[in-house]
């Protein structure tokens, strides 16, 4: 049994709250909405699919972006 965190998503239809869960980044069983989850955790949920118990079937799209950004080795460090 592996550790993971919680991400409550509402059915568009009727509102009712689905759980996913991820075990992206750093899990802690710490319990998220969409709106509230850290972009990590956002990206591995890309492409689930649900079907609520009203009959709609609904999918989660992650359009985040990564920032990645270069910095210098500090003097004696190691290249790579």
């Given at each position: 049994m592996g550790i993971f965190d919680s991400v409550y998503v509402?059915?568009?239809s009727?509102?009712?709250e689905?759980?996913?869960q991820s075990k992206?980044?750093?899990p802690y069983l710490n319990r998220y909405t969409l709106a509230?989850?850290?972009r990590v955790v956002k990206a591995d949920l890309n492409g689930a699919r649900m079907t609520c118990e009203c009959g709609t079937t609904f999918?989660?799209?992650s359009e985040v972006i990564?920032?990645?950004s270069l910095i210098p080795a500090d003097e004696g460090g190691?290249?790579?």
């Amino acid at each position: 049994m592996g550790i993971f965190d919680s991400v409550y998503v509402p059915c568009p239809s009727c509102g009712k709250e689905h759980e996913l869960q991820s075990k992206a980044g750093d899990p802690y069983l710490n319990r998220y909405t969409l709106a509230d989850a850290p972009r990590v955790v956002k990206a591995d949920l890309n492409g689930a699919r649900m079907t609520c118990e009203c009959g709609t079937t609904f999918g989660i799209v992650s359009e985040v972006i990564a920032r990645v950004s270069l910095i210098p080795a500090d003097e004696g460090g190691t290249d790579g």
